[in-house]
């Protein structure tokens, strides 16, 4: 049994006009994810994977079934009501890293701090690069950055605003073994530390073993692992 789900998908289904015909991404897919949860979702490219974090996000809309997130059923929203939604309960982790490159590393840590009028922004700003190891790069900009730095940054992003859900999209992707290792340990050290939510989009199979549910992609549709 699941308490206090923090988000739910009840029968969701997505396709897209294929010329003419419906190209069934998604179909019927029913879950739900607890508070502090560590969920993995796995499968083969072209499987949904990316395709279901974007609806559980609510930046875009099933063609069929009903997203509910912190109580707030998505479909029900639009699309600034969504955003601000977001805003105040998810932090993402992209594989593509996602900074802002015109913003230094403390300034993109600051950002969605000041989105959501936190007052002490710089603060915890600079708390959470120290946390991730990245005092000494405050005034660098992502160019500046090895890719192991900048997802460093984007878990200090991620984790500052102290969100409900954490969403990760292979989020070791364009990083090298021992860099995506160091990654992951970080990632899952503070998502242990704070008690958020994780649901994870992944290849690896020894990354998604790491987490305490494991719900396989194939052709659209999940099936819960063992």
């Not at 509910?68 to 969504?82: F, I, P």
């Not at 890719?147 to 991620?158: D, F, I």
């Not at 073994?177 to 649901?199: P, S, V, Y």
Request: with cysteine.
């Amino acid at each position: 049994m699941i308490g206090n789900p923090v988000i739910e998908v009840f029968g969701v289904s997505k396709h897209v006009d294929n010329g003419g015909e419906a190209l069934v991404i998604l179909h019927e897919n029913s879950f739900a994810v607890g508070t502090g949860e560590s969920v993995a979702i796995v499968g083969a490219s072209g499987s949904g994977k990316s395709t279901l974090l974007g609806l559980l996000a609510g930046l875009d809309l099933p063609s069929a079934g009903r997203i509910v997130l912190a109580g707030q059923d998505l479909a029900r929203l639009d699309e600034d009501a969504r955003a601000v939604l977001r805003g105040r309960v998810l932090g993402f982790v992209f594989q593509s890293f996602q900074l802002l490159p015109s913003l230094t590393a403390l300034e993109n840590v600051m950002l969605p701090l000041e989105l959501a009028g936190v007052v002490a922004a710089r603060s915890t700003a600079l708390a959470w690069l120290e946390r991730v190891g990245l005092s000494h790069r405050l005034n660098h900009y992502p160019k500046h950055l090895s890719g192991g730095e900048q997802q460093r940054v984007a878990l200090a992003r991620a984790f500052a605003p102290q969100p409900l859900l954490i969403l990760a999209d292979e989020p070791t992707g364009n990083l090298d073994a021992a860099t995506g290792h160091q990654i992951i340990e970080l990632m899952f050290e503070i998502n242990a530390e704070r008690q958020t939510t994780l649901i994870l989009v992944t290849h690896d199979e020894e990354i998604a073993a790491r987490c305490e549910r494991r719900l396989r992609m194939h052709g659209g549709s999940i099936a819960e692992l063992a």
